[in-house]
């Protein structure tokens, strides 16, 4: 069961992209209670929590993208967005989203879903 995430591209720095996960039909009936995350990976590095949601709408995000990067959740559309603005050539990574039946986790291995990732690219 994957979740399908989408929205990624080519952008310029100060740019903005806006990123959707979405819960395929198996889980949409389990989708609300869940929390949602967005992790990044660049190449090289390790993967990284930027922003979660929880059910009750919740939210956390790295320090790296406080300010910039804004996590929502439409529960009856079964979608989780990321707005990222003011995006800079250090936000440039596969991002993945990621759904866990825990209130919150920085761990990869707690989650219980993984979508398939959506490259960002930002030129500088």
């Known amino acids: 069961v994957q979740l399908q995430a989408s929205g990624g591209g080519l952008v310029q720095a100060g740019g903005s992209v806006r990123l959707s996960c979405a819960a395929p039909r198996s889980i949409t009936s389990v989708f609300s209670p869940l929390t949602i995350s967005w992790y990044r990976q660049a190449p090289g590095k390790q993967r990284e929590l930027v922003a979660a949601i929880t059910s009750a709408r919740s939210t956390n995000y790295a320090d790296s993208v406080k300010g910039r990067f804004t996590i929502s959740r439409d529960n009856s559309r079964k979608k989780v967005f990321l707005q990222m603005n003011s995006l800079e050539p250090e936000d440039t990574a596969v991002y993945y989203c990621?759904?866990?039946?825990?209130?919150?986790?920085?761990?990869?291995?707690?989650?219980?879903?993984w979508g398939q990732g959506t490259l960002v690219t930002v030129s500088s």
């Open positions: 990621a759904a866990t039946s825990r209130t919150y986790s920085s761990h990869t291995e707690e989650y219980d879903y």
